[in-house]
């Protein structure tokens, strides 16, 4: 599902769709953190802040020593709660806007292409970081190495267009 809300996102970007762009961004984000959370056998309840229970399990040293990760993954669980946080931070405003006491503000108002390659960056390195999270791992099952590889590809691919 990150692979395809990431897809979906790029081509909203494309359209100058921002908003909706930042939204399928998010959820892009959300998923991956939710594998990672899955990977690590983490149990939890539906949230749109995974990156909040990350950040519990790494602050957790009794659960992270259990877990048996070298430095290098927690390394790259730090900078995914950063990334994925700013991300989670959006909240709904993609979808529905920021309402004040003189009007909605809709969300196309909010999400310039600026402001969207901003985001986009977060999200590219965020992503980027659980590519390496997951091949910090040498014995990855066949069909989550694909996906793992073919997030990396993508997010090559992207990077160095925004970058």
Not at 1 to 11: G, H
Not at 39 to 63: A, M, Q, W, Y
Not at 94 to 113: H, L, M
């Amino acid at each position: 599902m990150c692979l395809n809300d990431l897809i979906r996102s790029l081509a909203r970007y494309k359209e100058e769709d921002y908003s909706d762009a930042i939204f399928r961004l998010q959820l892009s984000v959300e998923n991956a953190c939710k594998s990672i959370l899955s990977f690590l056998g983490v149990e939890f309840e539906k949230t749109h802040f995974p990156s909040v229970i990350i950040g519990k399990l790494i602050s957790d040293k009794e659960r992270l020593k259990r877990l048996n990760l070298n430095r290098d993954q927690i390394a790259h669980l730090t900078l995914i709660i950063s990334y994925a946080s700013s991300l989670e931070a959006q909240g709904s405003m993609p979808r529905y806007g920021w309402e004040t006491e003189e009007r909605i503000i809709v969300p196309s108002e909010i999400y310039t292409r600026d402001i969207a390659s901003r985001i986009f960056e977060l999200g590219l390195n965020c992503l980027g970081n659980v590519v390496k999270f997951f091949l910090e791992f040498k014995d990855l099952r066949s069909d989550l190495l694909t996906v793992v590889e073919q997030l990396r590809c993508i997010v090559e691919d992207v990077s160095r267009k925004f970058g």
